[in-house]
Structures are given as structure tokens and as C-alpha cells.
């Protein structure tokens, strides 16, 4: 067995999964563990965000944490490997692998094999496999063949092999060749020394490393050397004008503008809901109609229900009747439960309704879906509902949660809101949004009465629903508000 096998054996590599849905990249937002902790196989290392949620993310291997590839903010693509174990840490050092120890050894060109066993695949979703290959470096004239002490062990960490310095080469220079003040080694007109996770993050800030004096050991560009050739450009500076410097002051509030704004990267969750909206709005023809209606005798039954035994440890609140009333006019209108496919030009009516439910996050909008709500009974849907709210809080909803919805809810009356024109959820037929509920005089049994008084407000898609079908589902939505006992005689 070469060294080199042994050490791909040894230490492995937890590469980003890939979680499905169609999602390529992902934040790392909290490491769990650091280099020289002990891990177990199953043992939650870090949490990352997707395009749709936080996941926590498990190591498939025991052994003690070698390194961490990437720090906390920055955005891996899935199948790039983020942590690496040592998997036999009693095992003492690996011999250094031959292209370290042979002067005429090229650099590799194939991807390392992926080690046998388990793959680093997050629980429940497939991984797709991995493209990515490591191309050979060129030489350049004028260099010699064999690495140089300092490059040699940076080239060893760059292939995720161990930090210590490799083997001194069978043929070695003349002299100990010095690095350049950019990284570069003297003589050698080849791009700055640096980690993957430094390149990344001066690109990221827009720094050049070649114009960043090192001061990591062998002429190495560090993470603070990088920051530090941000902060002089992030300063904030006076206006500079050509010609003759003015004496006059200038025009008040235009030199402090910039120190008093804020500017935050959109990626996550706000990112990929910003982009599902527009492509919503400008694809689907959407429709919205309004509707008032007098809630008294629901408010009620929502009290009501509160003391029913069957309903104890369970969340009743207005949220859950409105659902319950959704669900009941869609079994009365089942061809609202469509979805339209652009590609193959044709309506998909669905027997099963999975109900979604708009939910503001910290990370922005999420709408996680109630699987087969049709069909549950009220304690549960309360329980679902219950738990998906709190999921969605917590920053723990799953990806399979918010794919697959049918029909979306939006509660904008907890904002004091009394309704809106909602966009509809990708893929989707229909929205309703739930307005405030507000004591407001009201025409009741021909005497006008303080009544509690809503708005629902219907977004649908015009290709799938016409103008009278939307209207009558909209309709019977608030009839059984209106008159709860619908949800018997109707249900």
C-alpha cells in the first residue's frame, strides 16, 4: 500500500452533501466542533443553510478532527469536502506521499478516490455524484521540477494531506529560495501562497492577493492579512474632487451618507424566496379577489375549543378554523387543486392537498407544507400546525417540508394587516391571505351591531382558475367563517 493510499484511508474527508431539491451550494453558518476534537460517526459537526433552510449536518466517520476547511460565512458548493478526520489518530505520523518525495513527481490530475464505506450524504436525501476534478499545474520555465520547502508543504495541505512538513526532496536547490513580499516564491512568477478558504474569501471582499504583503510562516497569505487590506478601502474617506482643493464645507449629509448605510449579501432563504417571486409574478397571470366577513360566531368556537378535551395541549387559535374552512371548500371545488406544466403543456389535478403555510423567519420567508391535510382531523391539523411553526422559528424546517405544497395560507392579521394582493408559492394554484380581525359595526339580523370583522383576500392562478370558480371558492371560505357548523353539514 503506497503512503499515499494510507493516507487517503486515514483521513477523511466530509464533503458538502447534497441535500436534493435541486440546491447547489450552501452557507456554513456554525461550527460544532474544532481541530484536535473527538467525533463519533452519526455526530452533528455543523450547521449550514440552504436556499430553503438550516440543516444540521452529521459525520460519518469517528476519529479526531483534522481540519476545518472553511470558517463560518462562507458559501461551499455541495461536493466540496469541508472537514477532514483522522480516522486512526493513534496510529502516529503517515509517511509523506511520493509526489512529495520524488523531485520529478508531477502534481495529481484525477480527483482522489472517494474512501470505501459510507458516503458523506445527509441523512434521508441522495447525493449526486461528484464532477469535480483537480487539474495539473503547468511548469513554468525557468523552475526547478522539484518543489521548494515551503511550497512542498503548502501543496500538501492543498490536497488535504497533514500539515507537517513533508520529506526533504532526493535533489534539493542550490540555495533555500526566499518568498516574494506578495507570496510568490522569488524567482517564480506563479500566483500568491494561500489556503482555498483565503483565495475564496479575498475574492469574495474584491482583494487582490498578489498586492498583500504575507506574514504567515514560508511567505503563506493569511485570513488576517486579507482582512487587514480591507480595512484601509473600507475606511470611510472624504469626497475627492480634481483641480484645486475647495476650502468650502461640503453640502451637508453627503460625506456621512455611506458610514450611515448598510450593505448585506442576499443569498440563504431571502435569496432563493426573492427569486421564486419574481419568477412567480411575471409567469403565472395571477387574479386576487376580496371578500369581508362577519367572524363573531367563529371567534367563538375558537374559545370554545380551547376548553374541549379532545383539543388539550393543542394550539387553537383563528389560524387553524381559517385552514380547517380552506380545506372544506376545496373538497367542494377539486379542480382549484391543480398545478400547471409549462413543459409538457398540461393541468395536474391532485387528489391530496398539501396545505402550506407562509411563515416569517429570522432568514426570511419560508412556506412549509402540511403533507395529506385533507384528511386529518382537526387535533390534527392543530398538532402539524403547532409543530410547523415552531420548526419554521427555530430555523429547523427540512427541505421535503417546503416542496410539494398545493395551496398556501398567509396570516398577514398578525401583523394588524387587514389583507393583501399575496403572490402565489412556485408551482401553486391559489393563496389566501387572512387579514386582521377587528371589533368594526356591522349589520346583523337588521340592527347594526360591533361585530368582529375580517378580510380574506384570494391569489390564484388564471390559467387554471377562471374568474367564476375562484369566486365561488373564496365564497364558501367565508360562508363557513361566517357559519362555523359548516364544517359539519360540509366537511
Known sequence: ???????????????????????????????????????????????????????????????????????????????????????????????????????????????????????????????????????????????????????????????????????????????????????????????????????????????????????????????????????????????????????????????????????????????????????SAFTAPHVTEFITVDVTRTMKLVQELKQDPDMAGLRVNPLLLVARAFLVALKRHPEVNAAWDEARQEIVYKDYVNLGIAAATPRGLIVPNIKDAGVKTLPQLAAELGDLVATAREGKTSPAAMTGGTVTITNVGVFGVDTGTPILNPGESAILAFGAVKLQPWVHKGKVKARQVTTLALSFDHRLIDGELGSKLLADIAAVLERPKRLITWG
Open 1 to 279: 500500500m503506497t503512503a499515499s493510499t494510507a493516507r487517503a484511508q486515514r483521513f477523511r474527508e466530509f464533503k458538502m452533501p447534497d441535500v436534493g431539491e435541486g440546491l447547489t451550494e450552501a452557507e456554513i453558518l456554525k461550527w460544532y466542533v474544532q481541530p484536535g476534537d473527538t467525533v463519533t460517526d452519526g455526530q452533528v459537526v455543523c450547521e449550514v443553510e440552504t436556499a430553503k433552510a438550516a440543516v444540521e449536518l452529521p459525520i460519518p466517520y469517528d476519529g479526531v478532527v483534522h481540519e476545518l476547511n472553511f470558517g463560518e460565512g462562507v458559501t461551499v458548493d455541495v461536493g466540496t469536502a469541508i472537514i477532514s478526520v483522522d480516522t486512526d489518530p493513534g496510529a502516529g505520523p503517515v509517511a509523506a506521499p511520493a509526489a512529495q518525495q520524488a523531485p520529478q513527481a508531477a502534481a495529481p490530475t484525477e480527483e482522489e478516490a472517494e474512501p470505501q464505506g459510507r458516503q458523506a450524504v445527509l441523512v434521508g436525501y441522495g447525493a449526486a455524484p461528484s464532477s469535480t476534478k483537480r487539474r495539473a499545474r503547468k511548469p513554468q520555465a525557468g523552475v526547478p521540477a522539484q518543489p521548494e520547502p515551503a511550497r512542498a508543504a503548502l501543496q500538501a495541505e492543498l490536497n488535504g494531506r497533514a500539515a507537517a512538513a513533508p520529506a526533504a526532496p532526493a535533489v534539493r536547490p542550490a540555495a533555500p529560495v526566499a518568498p516574494a513580499a506578495n507570496g510568490a516564491v522569488a524567482g517564480h512568477p506563479g500566483r500568491p501562497l494561500a489556503k482555498p478558504p483565503v483565495r475564496k474569501l479575498a475574492k469574495d471582499l474584491g482583494i487582490d492577493l498578489a498586492a498583500i504583503v504575507p506574514t504567515g510562516p514560508d511567505g503563506v497569505i493569511t485570513r488576517e492579512d486579507v482582512h487587514a487590506a480591507v480595512t484601509p478601502a473600507a475606511a470611510p474617506s472624504t469626497t475627492e474632487t480634481p483641480g484645486p482643493v475647495s476650502a468650502a464645507p461640503a453640502e451637508p449629509g453627503l460625506v456621512d451618507a455611506a458610514a450611515r448605510e448598510r450593505r448585506v449579501p442576499v443569498k440563504g432563504v431571502r435569496k432563493a424566496t426573492a427569486q421564486a417571486m419574481v419568477t
